[in-house]
């Protein structure tokens, strides 16, 4: 039998969209934006991907994967997020607060870069990054990680990170 696949997405400002169908046409999978499948359409799949970005420590859209483990669970299960911070302790803080215990067991999870532009920013999120501009702002020069400098950047123009060759590791995964 074939392994059918469903890639799912919840994209923000286009970055998870654009993974989610870069992923979808290497693996020949159905590509669905989150409010256009139901849970119970998950049953068909053999393998689902779900992609967001990551939101004050949160993957958007998550709730989706959350509210129907139980029916997906005997399923291959990749979670994909979209985001600036190249930290592995933040990734894994991320993951833990995103997934109980089980789930970990059961859902590989790959963190791919995104894009920033903080013109394109609703005002939620603009007071957000002025927040977090705020306390990378207070550091000394030789103190910025790279990914301080990228999100320094995006608020003098759009910063663009997505590499269509990230998405390899996911896609030998499958």
Not at 50 to 62: D, L, P, Q, R, T
Not at 98 to 106: D, S
Not at 150 to 173: A, R, T, Y
């Amino acid at each position: 039998m074939k392994n059918k696949i469903a890639v799912i997405y919840k994209s923000k400002y286009g970055s998870s969209k654009r993974y989610a169908g870069w992923i979808a046409l290497r693996l020949d999978a159905d590509l669905y934006e989150i409010n256009d499948i139901r849970g119970k359409d998950l049953e068909t799949y053999n393998t689902i991907i779900y992609g967001g970005g990551i939101y004050v420590g949160k993957i958007n859209g998550i709730k989706f994967i959350n509210k129907n483990y139980e029916r997906i669970k005997d399923k291959k299960l990749i979670v994909f997020t979209v985001g600036l911070d190249s930290k592995e302790d933040n990734f894994n803080k991320l993951i833990e607060n995103n997934f109980n215990k089980e789930q970990l067991e059961n859902i590989k999870v790959f963190n791919f870069k995104g894009a920033f532009d903080y013109s394109k920013l609703n005002l939620i999120d603009k007071f957000l990054m002025k927040g977090l501009k705020s306390s990378i702002d207070r550091k000394s020069i030789r103190d910025l990680t790279d990914d301080d400098k990228i999100v320094l950047e995006g608020f003098e123009k759009e910063i663009d990170l997505c590499d269509k060759k990230s998405i390899i590791s996911l896609v030998e995964n499958i």
